[in-house]
């Protein structure tokens, strides 16, 4: 037997060492994940000038990725928990790469809608099966750091693609092929190839892994044995995890959780599909400038979730940082709407700063006194109902740009969109941090997402 000591030590290195072998994979992952979810925005364009994609028809595909997520999100997540997060993840990596690499082959609206749509039924699942692996690895206390970095790898995956894009689309009819072909062919082989690696690489459950000594993986797993046990105590002892998905619908906790995080992503991907469109109103831009100043965005929301994370360990509540972000991206998008092209760039960047660090903010919340078990589908709820937000966006964009000729009365409704979500945060409740709370803080006061669970 360990002892306590021993314990809590094996425990921490084990953390440790998952940090710096498990997350770098995930990050990889989710790099090539944004890469083929934001790589039409960069080749909207050339779809038009090539295919004849029109700006509405551009914006319904662009969302149609979304339906099918939405669709697709709870079927997948049943199937994630029967065959495991590891086989999973790799099935989802490995079917996106070979849709988004048959986009090089589009000609026309009816191929790209049935694409799209395609590509959210084969990603759906990925973010709650990343989720329910670190709640399987990771103790609670070093979950949100974990789905902290994850998430702020979105940016830097953001930032990234914008150059990556604008080399690839460079590559005109270099051996025979356009350069919007380049960019899907290439970001789509790259998902496949990752994820074959992953499916070699990742391990399963935590008696699996090598890397971890003897000793840490007994403690690492008795820490998680004995936190599934103490939730399933604060959440009316179902140890099980079967829970009725209509109820978890029902709650109104949970539907004003999805009423936020659609506003969040209505931002996130009004940015990501139509951002290269605004930069390219900037006189002189090219395919490579345009990729390279898209990209400052994304930097600078990778530096505000730095520091928001770092406020956020010490908060007591996230509410009010979370109302603070949105605020930011409110009045970011705002400004964006009245200025010069030049102007709009940096507001937008100050935008992105509100609205990237308000998703793993957002994410603090529902993640509070939920059972490990249960937390897959309530996270898969959310994320399928808020994702929605990926659709209303680029497909509300497109239809005020083919109407109007600008994205300026798009520009007016998001900020509008986060002002109201700021709002809507203020009736959530929360469980405060342990370590902020301190040991005062009852069972009884945790996130009703946990009764949603009884």
Same mark, same amino acid.
């Given at each position: 037997?360990?002892?306590?000591?021993?314990?809590?030590?094996?425990?921490?290195?084990?953390?440790?060492?998952?940090?710096?072998?498990?997350?770098?994979?995930?990050?990889?992952?989710?790099?090539?994940?944004?890469?083929?979810?934001?790589?039409?925005?960069?080749?909207?364009?050339?779809?038009?000038?090539?295919?004849?994609?029109?700006?509405?028809?551009?914006?319904?595909?662009?969302?149609?990725?979304?339906?099918?997520?939405?669709?697709?999100?709870?079927?997948?997540?049943?199937?994630?928990?029967?065959?495991?997060?590891?086989?999973?993840?790799?099935?989802?990596?490995?079917?996106?790469?070979?849709?988004?690499?048959?986009?090089?082959?589009?000609?026309?609206?009816?191929?790209?809608?049935?694409?799209?749509?395609?590509?959210?039924?084969?990603?759906?699942?990925?973010?709650?099966?990343?989720?329910?692996?670190?709640?399987?690895?990771?103790?609670?206390?070093?979950?949100?750091?974990?789905?902290?970095?994850?998430?702020?790898?979105?940016?830097?995956?953001?930032?990234?693609?914008?150059?990556?894009?604008?080399?690839?689309?460079?590559?005109?009819?270099?051996?025979?092929?356009?350069?919007?072909?380049?960019?899907?062919?290439?970001?789509?082989?790259?998902?496949?190839?990752?994820?074959?690696?992953?499916?070699?690489?990742?391990?399963?459950?935590?008696?699996?892994?090598?890397?971890?000594?003897?000793?840490?993986?007994?403690?690492?797993?008795?820490?998680?044995?004995?936190?599934?046990?103490?939730?399933?105590?604060?959440?009316?002892?179902?140890?099980?995890?079967?829970?009725?998905?209509?109820?978890?619908?029902?709650?109104?906790?949970?539907?004003?959780?999805?009423?936020?995080?659609?506003?969040?992503?209505?931002?996130?991907?009004?940015?990501?599909?139509?951002?290269?469109?605004?930069?390219?109103?900037?006189?002189?831009?090219?395919?490579?400038?345009?990729?390279?100043?898209?990209?400052?965005?994304?930097?600078?929301?990778?530096?505000?979730?730095?520091?928001?994370?770092?406020?956020?360990?010490?908060?007591?509540?996230?509410?009010?940082?979370?109302?603070?972000?949105?605020?930011?991206?409110?009045?970011?998008?705002?400004?964006?709407?009245?200025?010069?092209?030049?102007?709009?760039?940096?507001?937008?960047?100050?935008?992105?700063?509100?609205?990237?660090?308000?998703?793993?903010?957002?994410?603090?919340?529902?993640?509070?006194?939920?059972?490990?078990? @249960?937390?897959?589908?309530?996270?898969?709820?959310?994320?399928?109902?808020?994702?929605?937000?990926?659709?209303?966006?680029?497909?509300?964009?497109? @239809?005020?740009?083919?109407?109007?000729?600008?994205?300026?009365?798009?520009?007016?409704?998001?900020?509008?969109?986060?002002?109201?979500?700021?709002?809507?945060?203020?009736?959530?409740?929360?469980?405060?941090?342990?370590?902020?709370?301190?040991?005062?803080?009852?069972?009884?006061?945790?996130?009703?997402?946990?009764?949603?669970?009884?």
């Amino acid at each position: 037997m360990q002892s306590v000591d021993n314990a809590v030590t094996d425990v921490a290195l084990a953390t440790k060492k998952f940090f710096k072998r498990v997350l770098p994979i995930m990050l990889v992952m989710l790099v090539c994940n944004q890469l083929n979810r934001s790589n039409i925005g960069y080749a909207q364009e050339h779809l038009h000038a090539d295919v004849g994609i029109g700006a509405a028809a551009y914006g319904f595909g662009a969302g149609l990725f979304f339906i099918a997520y939405a669709i697709f999100e709870l079927p997948s997540n049943v199937m994630m928990e029967k065959y495991g997060a590891k086989v999973w993840l790799a099935r989802i990596m490995i079917s996106w790469g070979i849709v988004s690499f048959l986009m090089v082959f589009v000609q026309n609206e009816t191929m790209f809608y049935a694409l799209r749509f395609l590509l959210g039924a084969a990603e759906a699942g990925f973010f709650p099966a990343v989720i329910f692996y670190f709640a399987r690895w990771v103790p609670a206390g070093q979950r949100g750091k974990a789905t902290a970095i994850f998430i702020a790898g979105s940016s830097v995956a953001a930032a990234l693609s914008g150059p990556i894009a604008g080399m690839l689309l460079s590559l005109h009819d270099v051996l025979g092929f356009r350069g919007w072909q380049w960019l899907f062919g290439f970001e789509g082989l790259l998902s496949v190839v990752v994820g074959i690696a992953v499916f070699f690489v990742l391990d399963a459950k935590i008696a699996d892994a090598t890397w971890l000594t003897a000793g840490e993986k007994f403690a690492l797993t008795a820490a998680i044995a004995d936190e599934d046990a103490q939730h399933a105590d604060a959440s009316g002892g179902n140890p099980s995890g079967k829970v009725n998905r209509w109820k978890m619908l029902l709650n109104p906790q949970i539907l004003l959780l999805c009423g936020i995080y659609f506003s969040v992503q209505l931002s996130i991907y009004a940015n990501t599909f139509w951002l290269p469109s605004i930069v390219k109103q900037i006189p002189g831009t090219t395919d490579l400038s345009v990729g390279f100043l898209s990209a400052i965005p994304w930097v600078c929301a990778v530096i505000a979730m730095y520091f928001a994370a770092k406020w956020q360990d010490k908060a007591k509540s996230k509410r009010p940082l979370l109302v603070a972000a949105l605020l930011v991206a409110a009045v970011g998008t705002l400004a964006a709407a009245v200025a010069s092209p030049v102007l709009a760039l940096v507001f937008l960047a100050i935008a992105a700063m509100g609205f990237k660090s308000a998703s793993p903010l957002f994410w603090t919340i529902p993640q509070s006194g939920l059972h490990p078990l @249960i937390l897959a589908p309530a996270i898969a709820i959310i994320n399928s109902l808020g994702n929605l937000g990926g659709f209303v966006a680029p497909l509300g964009f497109g @239809i005020i740009k083919e109407q109007t000729g600008s994205v300026i009365p798009g520009l007016f409704a998001l900020a509008a969109a986060s002002t109201i979500a700021a709002a809507l945060v203020y009736f959530l409740k929360e469980r405060q941090t342990e370590a902020a709370a301190g040991p005062t803080a009852a069972p009884e006061e945790s996130s009703p997402l946990a009764v949603a669970a009884k």
